[in-house]
């Protein structure tokens, strides 16, 4: 008889963790509206004929800071979520998912900064970088990802940084334009990712390390 399977944290967290995912997409939509309203994205003005929105957006100072912030939530949620699983990809995948994380923090900063003669104010729009980097490493998770990973999974890792712009261009608005589309993403990848102990092992070669 062979060994049990060895049940890994990446497999018993999967469901709360595709929850997360969701949740991190499902709030960068309702948090859309307001920073991209207030930045001239047209498309988003209908939402404010709603009771709700309206009142939220004359209740806060400035809803193109503080909703522009709280997309750094979005950033957490997904990125706890998926580095569990992409760092089967080896060190590819746990530089896509360090970065996804990176984002909150940077994030949060950049809208802070907003005003000019804010003392960061250089760092307003590094959000962008970010999202550009988180791309570029999906083509690395995409590579270093061993063969226990399905070749279609590992395509749509390589795929990351096209579907971020699609994100954008879809919604008019970045980041959570790019960020519903991530956490969608998140969620494939959590659930098709490999499981077990040879999932969080493979070295690439079709074999798993001890």
Do not use: C, Q
Not at 71 to 79: N, Q, T, V, W, Y
Not at 95 to 109: E, Q
């Amino acid at each position: 008889m062979g060994a049990p399977e060895t049940t890994t944290f990446a497999d018993r967290s999967r469901p709360w963790r595709v929850v997360l995912a969701g949740l991190g997409a499902l709030w960068a939509l309702v948090i859309l509206p307001f920073p991209a309203s207030e930045f001239g994205v047209a498309i988003w003005d209908w939402v404010f004929r709603h009771r709700v929105y309206f009142a939220v957006r004359e209740a806060v100072d400035d809803p193109y800071i503080v909703f522009g912030a709280l997309a750094a939530l979005s950033f957490l949620a997904i990125g706890l979520a998926l580095l569990p699983d992409v760092r089967r990809a080896r060190w590819g995948g746990a530089t896509m998912g360090w970065l996804i994380i990176a984002g909150a923090p940077v994030t949060a900063l950049s809208y802070l900064n907003t005003p000019k003669d804010a003392p960061l104010h250089l760092l307003w729009g590094a959000e962008a970088f970010v999202l550009i980097a988180v791309g570029l490493a999906g083509i690395l998770a995409a590579v270093t990802a061993g063969r226990s990973w399905r070749l279609w999974v590992r395509i749509v890792l390589g795929l990351t940084l096209p579907l971020l712009v699609a994100g954008t261009l879809a919604t008019g608005y970045w980041p959570h334009g790019p960020l519903i589309v991530l956490g969608l993403e998140a969620i494939v990848i959590i659930l098709a990712a490999p499981r077990g102990a040879a999932g969080a092992d493979d070295d690439g070669s079709g074999t798993s390390v001890d």
